[in-house]
């Protein structure tokens, strides 16, 4: 029962830092609001767990970099990851995984991928994007450093953009140290 209570409450941790993002998305850094015309109402945005529907529309995709079929099982498996579809209006433009360790010390980004090929009134922006919503579920659950699990080497200055720097020992990470809730 007890194992049960910790993922409900990390369940609701994720839906927290899913909608307190949505709710104050106005207020995000003037990067976002630099978006195309198309894009300039962000009451449009909507951060959603990966579910069917995600799924679904992630048939739609063009070469695709990663597959995402797997991630309901894999979220079985990882109670305690945070998985977001990020849409605009009904179009899905980018989904993301990432996963704490068992210390929740730190959290790990596992999969992040805006949706490739055609123009969608978020591109570029997907990464900016989940990593809100990530920075908020840290902060949430008490991690202090976000890592890039296997970044791909052209997705290494867009995260460099983001605040993260190489370690010591060669992982890219950022620090959550300065950021209040």
């Known amino acids: 029962m007890p194992r049960e209570r910790t993922h409900l409450r990390y369940q ?5 830092a899913r909608k307190l993002v949505g709710a104050s998305i106005a ?5 976002l609001e630099r978006l195309s015309p198309s894009a300039r109402d962000l009451s449009k945005v909507r951060f959603e767990p990966i579910d069917t529907s995600a799924l679904k529309a992630f048939e739609q995709w063009e070469d695709p ?3 995402w079929n797997e991630v309901i099982g894999w979220k079985a498996r ?3 990851a945070l998985d977001i579809a990020i849409w605009f ?3 899905l433009c980018g989904m993301c995984i990432a996963n704490p360790n ?10 992040l991928e805006g949706r490739p090929g055609v123009l969608h009134p978020l591109k570029k922006r997907i990464a900016a994007l989940s990593l809100t919503v990530i920075e908020q579920y840290a902060l949430i ?9 296997e970044p791909l080497a052209g ?12 370690d010591g020992e060669g992982r890219l990470v950022k620090s959550l140290e300065s950021l209040v809730l």
């Open 155 to 166: 997705a290494v200055s867009t995260y460099q953009r983001l605040g993260f720097e190489f």
């Open 27 to 31: 207020q995000l850094p003037l990067e």
């Open 89 to 91: 209006g009904e179009e």
């Open 65 to 67: 970099h990663f597959s």
């Open 12 to 16: 609701l941790y994720k839906s927290q």
């Open 102 to 111: 068992k210390s929740r010390h730190r959290i790990r980004i596992v999969r």
């Open 141 to 149: 659950i008490g991690s202090r450093i976000i890592e890039v699990q």
């Open 78 to 80: 990882e109670p305690l």
